[in-house]
């Protein structure tokens, strides 16, 4: 057994399944060790991408959705970077992904050959738990050690670099699983703090993240606002929120600073669960990066890495709301194909159609309203959407999503602009014969710049305009579909999408929609 | 005026005249700032790029082409991070790059909105400089010293990091220019040195690297190789050779570690001018990183920051071979449509073909040696290989190259694996008209790897030969460039190849001919 078996080895005991992968020379012996089984026989997945953006967005939607990481394996300094704003949204997602990096054998980083770059350094920035193996011996025992990183909760980026002579040296086998530690418990002060503060008569709104988004515990979080007219928030952007009928209702908070501002003017006090306290996505002059006012007061039920969903709990026990009644959504959907051909005509054909159990993946940015409105009231779904902000994690994410739940759904909202930052993703669907429509929303304009110019209180000109624009040449996305292996279709009417959507969600595989607002 | 403006005006007041752009809601006074002329009436040229690594390869490519840096914008960390690998190659190229990288207002970022990171440590590892604007005041001065360290000899990437509020703030006007340092001269003593060692009849190798491979210098060289018996080396991989009718030949150090030994086994001392002593690309079990023997014997001409050229003519001087006759490749090509249809025959083609001052962008890996024999031959021409070893610069290094030298034609040679990497760059050809014909060697495999499995001592298996596997589903490059306005055709014989390389050599404007090999 050579260190690269010992270190699969050592994934499939861990639980780790599936290696979504970008390889080179560095990284062979992995490769070649993937072929190895398990004692109880199982075998890795590995999935191929074509650019390691799309490898490290897959681990973001599968660990989303699988609740435990996936590995990913990339080749060298500039292989982990390419893959890194994607480790950074995943970091922010609150998803476990374990990196493994090969490196240059220990004894070669000295010749500085033409790839030798200071990997750790690329690492570090968006990984939570950063080590290079010293040998074969450590590898297994490193390795345990990531996979056990990446579960700490409430779940981090955990980078385990590998250089090529631990990977090919002799090694003593696998490691055994670590224990992964349970989420802290919240003290039981805070809860009665909170549950006081939830009787005292100010406008409160609880803010949810993270697993305190689970169904469960919003149905719980649902019932403790019913009981106490408390309002229940989620950030703008959430990494998995359950949505439609028989779901528990939440308001997103806005995008913009100022509607934060005027939606937080309303509230006296902000109860926090496994969130922070809401900030503006960007600065801008003369305008608040808080997004609370100074007279609100804000209280932690619970912290990011403390049990929020048991903290839920235990404060409806307090206030007496275990078995307060809740107003859930109702489907009520409206598919005709009457009226604007826009975003929110879209949006209704969407929410009309979408199967029960679906997974949305959203990145469609100035064309994202329209559906978020109607999918309200759709039927029972999860929505997952870009948490760090750096563009072109929609295609990759609903990939990934896809391996993690092959027996669902899988519809990928996304803008033009932001697809063409990841688009080979659509040749791992085609390739692994995933069950993702994508719905690429090509308004040919990087929109969201022309209204931040404004905002930020630049004037435009042509240069600028030419800047935000993608119509010369036009991005044919049928084309590029094609050219990965995906049947895609362009419409220009909602009777063309309705038609397109449908079909898609009737049948299964991979299938991209153009639609042409 | 705004920091901003101060900055594009110290740009331009510094030769900077072309940005290579993917900006986001940071960058915004910035790009309303392009639009301003500087005194003399000059304005930056703003070049659109759907992706941060087409972004920095284009530098990269404009850089090596220009002998000065354009300017990159880049959105905060994970945006620079998707420009990091190319950065790497340009770095590795020794080509003046700077980047502007956007970052959140210098007060916002204690609120960790969701895209903060920490972007000096994402530019450090790929970066010689690294600088954050403290305000609007400051911004035009570190501009300035931004643009003098890229042009520190044998020229460096730069990179500033401008907070949104040093871009909206009032500043003071524009930096003046700073004065660039010339290369360090050789001192008359290693010239002695070499001049001795070239005298005593042992078989002598005489390594040339950067400007010391720029036509003159490679002429004095051969002069010097002419008079002395000395051969003339270059590395595997150069930023930018002179090639063809009329100039000096000089052999390629092979790839491959063994190859390399092979070699320098007939080699006794080895004379470095701007070059490394060389080492293999990646280490291997029980072969050898180092490519020279341990009896051959390391002299140093010129240092990489030192004067090649300077040195090589002080010490043709020296030999006495200043008028030595020196024996230029003579063109001789053979477009003939006959024989196999493979990379040789393809590259007989090519350079019957290929027009005078061509630009060749050379990414083709296992395609890579048919041309390169048959290249020595053509007509006068340049070739600018990839230098860092990280995949996915062929396409960007083509695009930013045509920026530069808008009379000649490039020609970008690639495999279709890397290709796959930044194929967003056909969509900047087609919007700029460049005049790009892009050759994609559609082997449907990572080939490499194929070949690197076995070397590094790995057992292929039915998952590995997967993870190489690029034709489930067959990439279809026409149909990728058509998606971004690029007009493409596929051939399958010598005949098709010919009709269309021939064409698309006496036409002007992108062009792709994907090549079924």
Redesign the interface.
Known sequence: MNGAQSVVGTLLGSGVEVCF?N????E??F??A??DAAPDGT?MR?V?G??E?VVTGMADGYGRMAGKPAVTLLH????L??G??NL??AR?AGTPVVNIVGD??T??VQ?????T??VE??A???SDWVHTSTGALAAAADTARAVQAAMQYPRQVATLILP??AA?SPAEGSAPALPFAAPAPVADAAIARVAGLLGNGRGTAILLAGDSLGEQALLTAGRIAAATGARLLCDT?TPRLPRGAGRVPIERIPYFAEQIVGLFAQIDQVVLVGA?AP?????Y?DKP??GLADSTTVSVLAHPHEDGPAALTALAEAVGALRTPVVLAERQVDGSTEGRFDQFGIGRIIAAHLPEGAIVSEEAATSSLGSQIALVTSVPHEVLSL????I?QGLPLATGAAVACPDRKVVCLHGD?GA??T??AL?TQ??ERLDVTTVVFANRRYA??DI??GR?????????G??F??A?????????A????VEGVRVTTLAEFSAAFASAMRSRGPRLIEVMV
């Open positions: 992968a390889p080179g020379t560095s062979m012996h490769v070649a993937l072929e075998r590995a191929l074509l650019f953006g060298l300094g500039p292989g970077a390419n890194l704003a950074h949204n922010r240059h054998a004894y070669h010749y500085d050959a033409p790839l770059s200071d350094g690329v570090r920035p968006m090529a002579d090919w952007f922070k900030v503006a996505f960007f600065a002059p990066s808080k948490m760090g902000g750096s072109g602009g063409m930052y688009l080979q040749w085609a390739r969201i710049l931040e110019l930020v209180g630049a004037t435009g000109n042509e240069v600028a030419r800047m624009d993608l010369d040449p036009e991005l044919q996305w049928v084309d590029l094609r050219g990965m292996g």
